[in-house]
């Protein structure tokens, strides 16, 4: 019997998608046992204010043409049918039902692992599902029960400390920030003037 394909689950607001972002995630396809990497693009909470989040299928189109030329990375909108507010927790049942022939597994910053006892149902979660860890500059220490966890493997992916906050500025105050941005994309922000 093969064994299951093994699939990293990145989630992101994606907005938008940047080199930050396909970096750490075609790092952590090529340097780990991980077959595949999907990016799961997270709907905006409805009960959050909006302001800035570009609607869920456009920013689900820049992450597609992001990762046209990288077979190993796919885009997912597995989170858009399930009912918001979503837990992590949910997705990861749903996408298991989904696909009964998969094996998934967390991608996580480190600074989301500092908080991760904060989670919902975070003990079903380390319980059934392995989670990969990439470095991030962030403040505080990662919980003692998390350091030396059989489920929770350390990548030693490069440090990428760039935001999509910092993008979405940069383009509306009229910066070229291209080298940050995957090329495709930037032709997409920029036909379609998003962020200005």
């Known amino acids: 019997m093969e064994s299951q394909k093994k699939i990293g689950l990145y989630f992101g607001t994606f907005n938008p998608i940047h080199v930050g972002h396909l970096a750490i995630a075609n790092y952590m396809v090529e340097f780990s046992d991980l077959d595949e990497v999907w990016l799961i693009v997270t709907p905006h909470n409805p009960h959050k204010t909006k302001n800035t989040l570009l609607?869920?299928?456009?920013?689900?189109?820049?992450?597609?043409?992001?990762?046209?030329?990288?077979?190993?990375?796919?885009?997912?909108?597995?989170?858009?049918e399930l009912n918001?507010?979503?837990y992590t927790v949910d997705t990861l049942v749903h996408l298991e039902e989904k696909h009964p022939d998969l094996s998934f597994c967390l991608i996580m910053g480190e600074d989301n692992l500092k908080n991760f006892h904060k989670w919902k149902n975070h003990e079903v979660i380390l319980d059934r599902y392995a989670i990969y860890v990439y470095p991030r500059i962030s403040e505080g220490p990662i919980k003692t029960r998390f350091k030396n966890h059989s489920k929770i493997h350390k990548v030693d992916a490069p440090i990428m400390e760039i935001s999509s906050t910092f993008i979405r500025n940069s383009i509306k105050t009229g910066k070229d920030i291209?080298?940050?941005?995957?090329?495709s994309v930037w032709t997409y922000i920029d036909e379609m003037s998003f962020y200005k």
């Open 55 to 80: 609607d869920d299928t456009q920013r689900l189109s820049m992450v597609r043409i992001a990762l046209e030329d990288y077979p190993k990375l796919k885009a997912s909108n597995a989170e858009f």
């Open 84 to 86: 918001q507010p979503n």
């Open 178 to 183: 291209r080298p940050m941005l995957p090329h």
